[in-house]
């Protein structure tokens, strides 16, 4: 048996020279009869490589020769056992280095293989990168030059409020969910923005809404259980893009200015609506600004009052024929959008806005109550429309010198026939022309359907528009004591006018006689909250707030079902307190 060098070189073919190296010490060779152990052979010929007709090649260096492992000079026969030995060590030798060499032959190859492979490289990981030219919070869509924020809050609130009858809610609660995301593009036209907002909120009790059920946004329960005392509303509040001037989507009025900021409730006078619209806005330097808005009409409308129900009396206290039936004009669909305008100026000492609003009362279809004339013959006897405005003067102080963020909203509005610019911050929104405070209240709609004429047979002949004037002043104060503590300060006054010809005087047999819901209503509030924010975007707060109404021009039937028939209420009041647990993120 014989191994050289060249041999095993041979074998790893185009194999690396630390493979040579590695194995060139340990090659020896052996002849076949030290291999089966017999003869006495001498050592230079057992180490030699026999070959056929060839002369002989050592392996080994020719100066020198392979030790004999266990070799001794002393007698034969341990030269014998020293050699079996050695040949038990040299053939694991053998066995190891041969493996040795065939692992690191394989590797050799398959290396050289796979270098001859094609590759594809991974493509590079793109990392989120923070968009700090927008603000805090913002970063990169990956793969865009578009900047997004994305955050929303969680919030639960608690009311006690006065209640008048046993079915009142003497309590309520309020669990809100949002999410919105601002997205954000420069571009070589100007930012580029888009923005959406949801809330979704569940009510109870006394922060149950009827205004949102009539608006489309709240699905209330239908039991007995739950029938106007749980809700769920799904409220797209925001959703709209903003480019080169433009605002298109839903978002706030641009008529607001001050709207119910800094309370949990909501109690002052204002505007504080949400709406569909289309606004272009000049900006002209120096904190000027000019904005021309298109706004959805039909969620500004607040209904109209016609004179019918008991003991109605009309033109000259003629009863028509048609007393003591019910029946309603109500709005035609949409005819024109609200048109609002506002000029604003901001300023390092705050801001001011001088804001408008024209408003479109439209009579449409004719719904009659039972026993009624056909409906042909009263539907001709649709008034003209005619058309409301709103006028709102606010502004905005910043007090630094008393503390830092410390602020005084001061708001002055006047509407006539389209209540909404006033009312929809402290009634809420969608109202039809109900508003009552226990047992006090009136009718406040958009307008007021007047009998022209009445024949001989009190048949109603036409009907005219009358509408009501609202106005009213706010006055807000944002203060903090610490920077973790901070109180707000409200006050706010309101005054409806009703058009004379519109009163609607009556009584009941054996009860006094009542002007009812058609009058004047006077109404004011003064309320108070402090918010604590342990830490940044938590909020927790409780606020109070007192609310009295008062009938003008005489005694009002009251609003309270279980009273008694034909009871008279002039003046009445309430208390509310709520408490709020907020966070933002």
């Avoid at 809610?169 to 954000?184: E, F, L, P, Q």
């Avoid at 000027?288 to 959805?296: H, Q, R, W």
């Avoid at 801001?351 to 004719?366: E, M, P, T």
């Avoid at 707060?541 to 005489?554: D, F, R």
């Amino acid at each position: 048996m014989q191994i050289c060098n060249k041999s095993v070189q041979s074998v790893v073919v185009g194999g690396s020279r630390r493979l040579s190296q590695l194995l060139q010490p340990s090659v020896v060779v052996l002849s076949d009869s030290l291999d089966r152990g017999g003869g006495a052979s001498s050592p230079s010929t057992n180490l030699e490589r026999r070959s056929a007709g060839k002369t002989p090649a050592k392996c080994w260096p020719t100066k020198s020769r392979p030790p004999l492992c266990g070799a001794s000079p002393v007698g034969r026969n341990r030269r014998r056992r020293a050699r079996g030995g050695c040949l038990k060590e040299l053939k694991m030798n053998i066995k190891t280095r041969l493996l040795m060499a065939t692992a690191a032959g394989i590797a050799t190859v398959s290396g050289a293989q796979a270098a001859d492979l094609p590759s594809k490289k991974a493509a590079p990981v793109e990392y989120v990168r923070v968009c700090s030219t927008m603000g805090a919070g913002f970063f990169y869509i990956p793969g865009t030059d578009t900047c997004i924020r994305v955050g929303g809050r969680a919030a639960y609130e608690f009311q006690y409020g006065t209640p008048f009858a046993r079915n009142d809610a003497t309590t309520g609660s309020r669990t809100t969910g949002r999410i919105y995301m601002d997205a954000r593009t420069a571009t070589e036209y100007g930012l580029v923005r888009a923005y959406v907002r949801v809330d979704v909120r569940r009510r109870i009790g006394q922060i149950y809404s009827g205004s949102q059920q009539r608006t489309g946004i709240a699905f209330t329960g239908t039991s007995v259980d739950y029938a106007g005392q749980a809700q769920t509303t799904v409220d797209l509040n925001r959703a709209f893009v903003q480019f080169g001037g433009i605002t298109a989507g839903r978002t706030q009025s641009f008529y607001d200015f001050y709207s119910g900021d800094l309370e949990y409730v909501g109690t002052t006078a204002g505007s504080a609506l949400v709406n569909n619209l289309l606004a272009y806005t000049a900006t002209f330097g120096s904190g000027f600004s000019a904005t021309l808005s298109m706004e959805d009409s039909v969620e500004r409308r607040s209904g109209f009052s016609g004179p019918f129900g008991p003991g109605v009396a009309a033109v000259g206290g003629v009863v028509p024929a048609i007393a003591g039936n019910t029946a309603s004009y109500a709005y035609t669909g949409e005819g024109m959008p609200d048109v609002v305008a506002n000029l604003r100026y901001d300023s390092g000492w705050g801001s001011v806005q001088l804001s408008g609003a024209l408003h479109q009362d439209r009579v449409g279809a004719y719904y009659a109550g039972p026993g009624l004339p056909a409906i042909g013959l009263n539907n001709g006897n649709s008034p003209d429309a005619k058309y409301g405005w709103a006028a709102n003067l606010g502004a905005k102080i910043n007090l630094p010198m008393l503390s830092p963020g410390d602020a005084l909203y001061l708001q002055g509005t006047y509407t006539k026939g389209a209540p909404s610019y006033i009312l929809s911050n402290p009634f809420g929104t969608g109202k039809p022309g109900n508003w009552n405070f226990g047992g006090a209240g009136a009718l406040i709609p958009d307008a007021y359907l007047v009998p022209t004429s009445v024949d001989g047979a009190g048949v109603i002949n036409g009907y005219n528009l009358s509408q009501p004037t609202v106005w009213g002043l706010t006055a807000a104060m944002l203060h903090y004591w610490t920077p973790t503590i901070r109180q707000a300060f409200l006050a706010s006054y309101i005054k409806s006018d009703t058009p004379t010809a519109a009163t609607i005087s009556g009584g009941f047999a054996g009860g006094p006689t009542y002007t009812n819901r058609a009058r004047d209503l006077t109404y004011w509030t003064l309320g108070t909250n402090v918010t604590w924010s342990p830490i940044k975007d938590l909020d927790i707060g409780a606020e109070v707030n007192y609310i009295h109404a008062n009938v003008n021009g005489g005694l009002s039937q009251s609003f309270i079902a279980t009273d008694p028939t034909g009871l008279s209420v002039r003046n009445d009041s309430i208390w509310n307190t709520r408490l709020k647990i907020q966070r933002d993120f």
